[in-house]
């Protein structure tokens, strides 16, 4: 399987260095913007492996906040936010970890393939997300 270190170059996106923080990420709306589309790709991915079959779905903001909150990223936020906003931190920070070369799309569906509840999934991914971008940091 390909991934971002292979097909781009890091000067391809300029823009991706510029985040100094977790916070930065989460918050940065056209990031979030991108990530929808790249989160409701993956998701289709996923469904497809599991389906045996092609499959094109959106994935709903309920199932991102919810993950969300339950990797603990929801104390990094602004208090006030609802389940849309949520949703769109889930997704650029998602987008970010793969245009960082953080985790390639196989290692994505990888995590996404351990869990029976694809739900569930999310939570694990965005965690492990959070864990390795925070090593970069340090």
């Not at 409701?40 to 389906?51: D, K």
């Not at 339950?70 to 920070?93: Q, S, T, V």
């Not at 351990?114 to 694990?124: F, G, N, Q, T, Y």
């Amino acid at each position: 399987m390909h991934d971002i270190k292979r097909l781009f170059k890091r000067s391809d996106f300029p823009f991706i260095l510029e985040y100094q923080s977790l916070k930065d990420i989460l918050i940065d709306h056209d990031l979030a913007a991108l990530g929808d589309a790249f989160v409701n790709f993956i998701y289709s991915l996923a469904l497809s492996f599991r389906s045996g079959k092609p499959v094109g779905e959106k994935l709903d903001n309920e199932t991102l906040a919810s993950a969300l909150r339950e990797a603990g990223l929801r104390k990094i936020l602004p208090f006030r936010m609802d389940k849309h906003e949520m949703a769109n931190a889930a997704e650029a920070l998602i987008v970010y970890a793969w245009l960082r070369g953080v985790m390639s799309i196989g290692d994505i569906l990888k995590i996404m393939e351990k869990s029976e509840d694809i739900r569930d999934s999310w939570r694990i991914l965005l965690k492990r997300i959070a864990e390795e971008i925070g090593l970069l940091w340090t």
